[in-house]
């Protein structure tokens, strides 16, 4: 399943192999046509009753009836098609309706999608387990989102306007503000993924900057470099400031 499907919701379509009640009987295991009377070893209880003598007693055991195979009845032809088994096997295409918020392992139930039951009874219910593909940008922990934003050094300084993606939008501007750090993360309110079967309430999108430090440098920019480093007071400065801007007590 899609990544943006198990976040907002679908529809999806799954092949799946289960047994339907036979066509041919209607469930009955019997041909269609074929008398039925009681079972003449069982006497119409589908079981039998066997005796073993013993040193320590007689050990009574109970077993399906092997000339009716426990239905307690005589049949004088099984159905041709399902070989008396009143089910057959088939494979066949679901529709299943994905609410918005389901994780990777979340496991949906389809009602009367299961196995037909016995003697024509009514089916079961089909479970599914979802697997979900990983988004190559997005990572999700819970209902919050996570991604990594690449910034030059210069923008990280002065400040930009960056572009991310989200699972909203493709391109999405994002303000990077002035002097932001490598690994910052900035928060995108209510652009996470939607709590389950709540389409309104959403988790948050989590981008952390990282900061491209050049690896070279013309000799024009080095100088620029190196004069903006000198123009930078030092710590011993900046300690000095400090303390002169610290009030006096008496």
Known sequence: MAFETACFGGKERVKIQHLET??????SGVEPGARVSTCG???GSGVVVQVTRTPLGNFQTQTACPACRGSGQKVDKYCASCNGDGVTRK??????????GVDDGTKLRLAGEGDAGTKGGAAGDLYIFLSVKPDPSLTRKGQDLYS?????AVDAILGTTAITRTIDEPDLDVEVPAGTQPGTQLKLPNKGVPQLNKRNNRGDHYV???VRIP???TPEQRALVEKFKES?????QQKKSKQQKRPRIR
């Open 91 to 100: 494979t066949k295409t679901v529709s299943v309706n994905v609410p918005c």
């Open 41 to 43: 070893t069982c006497g």
């Open 232 to 236: 930078e007071p030092s710590d011993a």
């Open 215 to 217: 690896t070279s440098l």
């Open 22 to 27: 036979c066509d041919r009987c209607t469930g």
């Open 208 to 210: 952390t900057v990282n």
């Open 148 to 152: 990594t934003l690449d910034v030059d």
